[in-house]
């Protein structure tokens, strides 16, 4: 069965400093999503994408974060940089991208737990 | 404002008992509704969602919902437990019609006891 990719699964870095993760969404899923999820809370959207264009960035922090799928495929979210607060579970998950009755199924990776001490 | 409740931190259940975890949402309009499931070092895994018609709801691994709108509620049921169930399980609500924007409850984190 397809599975939704990312790597690395696990990052500790300091404050101050870049870090990166990369998804590799299922073959043929046109939508990709970004979450983060914080202990304890469910996952929030940070950035979707449809194909290579951003449809929601509204709850990304701009200012340190940037997000990008270049070729409509993969895709990258970087932290620069990287803040105490930002520790936290970063997960990708991607859909169809098809719109209809009942709507779409996400499919989620594994997750990227980062530790930023 | 918008929101979606999960009154359950933690719950913990024998196996073989019966299972239900509560979900509330406080929408102008009836979303799409959904449940996950989080495994310990995994992805979310979609357990089962409701969008129209037969308010009750069947998904994998034995699991149903039941769509309430008098109460604005969509619990999560299952008959009888395995020691497999034991993971995260988080309710979600959608209002764009087509799952692209989903809000998640806080979780309940169900642990069996053998």
């Known amino acids: 069965e397809a599975e939704v990719a990312q790597s690395p699964r696990y990052k500790i870095t300091e404050k101050s400093q870049a870090v990166a993760f990369w998804c590799d969404p299922i073959s043929g899923h046109a939508t990709l999503y970004w979450y983060r999820q914080i202990l304890g809370q469910g996952p929030e959207l940070l950035v979707q994408?449809?194909?290579?264009?951003?449809?929601?960035d509204s709850q990304l922090p701009k200012d340190r974060f940037s997000a990008e799928r270049l070729k409509g495929v993969d895709s990258t979210l970087k932290i620069q940089p990287a803040e105490l607060g930002d520790s936290a579970m970063y997960l990708c998950a991607s859909s169809l991208g098809l719109a209809g009755p009942g709507g779409e199924t996400q499919y989620f990776g594994p997750g990227t737990r980062l530790l930023v001490l | 404002a918008q929101s979606v409740t999960q009154p359950d931190i933690h719950i913990t259940v024998s196996e073989g008992a019966s299972l239900e975890l509560r979900c509330n949402y406080s929408?102008?309009?009836?979303?799409?509704l959904f449940w996950y499931v989080q495994s310990p070092g995994q992805g979310l895994q979609l357990l089962l969602k409701?969008?129209?018609?037969?308010?009750l709801v069947q998904g994998i691994k034995g699991f149903e919902a039941e769509f309430k709108r008098s109460q604005s509620s969509f619990n999560l049921r299952k008959p009888s437990v395995h020691w497999s169930d034991a993971a995260e399980y988080f309710c979600a609500v959608d209002l764009t019609g087509t799952a692209s924007k989903l809000t998640f409850g806080t979780g309940t984190r169900l642990q069996v006891t053998l």
């Open positions: 929408y102008g309009a009836t979303p799409y």
């Open positions: 409701y969008f129209s018609g037969d308010t």
């Open positions: 994408f449809q194909d290579e264009s951003v449809v929601d």
